[in-house]
């Protein structure tokens, strides 16, 4: 088979490598889709590797080999599977919950072992999460990371038709989070400084869009919102003023969730946090058991999940593809197979 690795300082090859025979307790899943997200960078821009793996942990596709012990209730021949892109222990109360990336030996998917741009990934039956009919197998990509770390998040917060939600950043994680708040009832309101991802918002469903390079976003919130603050806050940027905005956009006694990875953030914590009671929460990414439920969430109230992608590429476009990401001309992507 034919896979996409990262050889170091923004380079990438398509190699090729044996086609993978299951372990115990494993399959093998055919790609159909694997997701391009935006930390594939961290690794695309690193200076070298000690050794090849295969990049992406979006996977989505369908099971075409069973390893030993795994029984057909845990994987069906053919069946449309998304993909859990953690390898953890199994024996740790972090893996009993599901949420194998806090495990202390945890692997990742496209980072540690082999991921998803190839044409066969070879993974514990534990982490397949059945793909319902009414998604397409990209959509199923974008649960695998980026669209089921939106729903974490607003599961955290506990965001309902109550809320007014603020959300800072709407490249691919925060379109998604968009998109989903929307269908929960909530009223959103987007910032992002690009015009393209602020149009895109409002497509999604944000009620207000806001460009923090043109005016105080945590002011306008406020105006938005009888002088008080948003109900919710979540910070999808990583950037550090976004950050530091998010907890000052929150009312008094409000919630305010982070999933915008890397960086820092400097609070004034008494009038920020303490003074006004506020609720802090990191989320990152999911457990299988919030990938089904972002799934049949999707699927129930018929979100379009798959107009957070931009771009679909095949494998031979990877190098394109990943200059086009690192240089911003282009949203989200998608490598598409047979």
Not at 75 to 97: K, Q, S, T
Not at 257 to 263: F, L, P, S
Not at 269 to 279: A, E, F, K, N, S
Not at 314 to 331: K, P
Request: overall charge negative; hydrophobic content about 40%; some cysteine.
């Amino acid at each position: 088979m034919r896979g996409v690795v990262f050889t170091g300082n923004s380079q990438l090859e398509i190699r090729d490598f044996p086609d993978p025979v299951p372990g115990p307790g494993e399959v093998v899943v055919g790609m159909r889709a694997s997701g391009i997200c935006g930390s594939d960078l961290n690794l695309y821009r690193k200076p070298s590797f000690e050794r090849a793996v295969i990049c992406g942990h979006e996977p989505c596709g369908v099971v075409l080999e069973r390893g030993p012990g795994v029984s057909e209730q845990q994987a069906l021949i053919g069946e449309r599977v998304m993909i859990h892109h953690y390898r953890g222990c199994n024996r740790c109360w972090l893996c009993g919950m599901g949420y194998t990336q806090m495990c202390r030996q945890a692997e990742v998917m496209g980072t540690d072992i082999p991921g998803g741009h190839a044409g066969y990934l070879v993974a514990p039956a534990s982490t397949l999460v059945p793909l319902p009919d009414g998604l397409a197998f990209a959509e199923g990509a974008a649960i695998a990371c980026g669209t089921g770390t939106a729903y974490a998040a607003l599961k955290r917060l506990d965001v309902s038709g109550r809320d007014t939600l603020a959300i800072f950043g709407q490249g691919p994680v925060g379109l998604s989070a968009t998109q989903l708040a929307t269908a929960m009832g909530a009223r959103v309101i987007a910032i992002d400084p690009a015009a393209e991802r602020r149009a895109l918002s409002r497509e999604m469903g944000a009620d207000v869009v806001l460009d923090p390079t043109a005016t105080d976003a945590v002011e306008a919130i406020r105006d938005l919102t009888h002088s008080e603050g948003a109900d919710a806050t979540l910070d999808c940027s990583g950037n550090s003023e976004a950050r530091v905005q998010c907890a000052r956009a929150a009312r008094p006694w409000g919630r305010a969730c982070y999933v915008g990875a890397h960086g820092t953030a400097t609070f004034e914590m008494t009038p920020d946090v303490i003074h006004r009671q506020l609720t802090m929460i990191g989320c990152w990414t999911f457990n299988p058991q919030l990938m089904a439920e972002c799934a049949r969430f999707a699927v129930d109230r018929k979100v379009q999940l798959g107009r957070v992608f931009t771009d679909t590429f095949s494998l031979d476009q990877a190098a394109d593809a990943y200059q086009r990401v690192a240089a911003r001309t282009m949203g989200k992507g998608v490598f598409l197979f047979d």
